[in-house]
């Protein structure tokens, strides 16, 4: 008689812990985003340096857990830092809400600025990120090293 596979020994992406950790992440990651909204206010038609600033280091952060920790934690883990704290925190449709004030305000040359410098700092801070990550991983296997993302 086949007994059939063996019980997988990894998570439901959407078990419990899993959405908890999301929900508990994004309440985190968006009390602290709001907090720099009003640390660094503008006007609408201004560049927004809060925007900028939250998507820079998320992407720094991002890199950092990425490079150093993915493989460590357990799904729900991932999914808490990455999509719920992180993917919070950052945030694109405040970018794009902030080019199209920009636009309408007649202040082009601001919305090119915005886009390049996010486009390039954020890059740069997930590369930074990415290689601090590298060098915090003590037996140097990471999920960017050993072709696994598991």
Known sequence: MDAGP????TTHPLSPATVLAV???GFVGTGLRLGVDFAIAHEPQQLALSTLAV???GSFLLG???AALWRRLPTWGRAGLGAG???SFTTFSALTDSLWFLILSGAVVEAILSVVLSVA???GAAVAGITMGRRLCPDGSTPLTDGSDE
């Not at 063996?6 to 020994?9: E, F, K, L, R």
Request: proline residues 11%; aromatic residues 0%.
């Open 85 to 87: 704290l992180l993917g």
């Open 6 to 9: 063996p019980p997988s020994t």
């Open 121 to 123: 700092l954020g890059l």
């Open 64 to 66: 950092i857990l990425v």
């Open 55 to 57: 998507n820079v280091v």
């Open 23 to 25: 929900l508990t992440g």
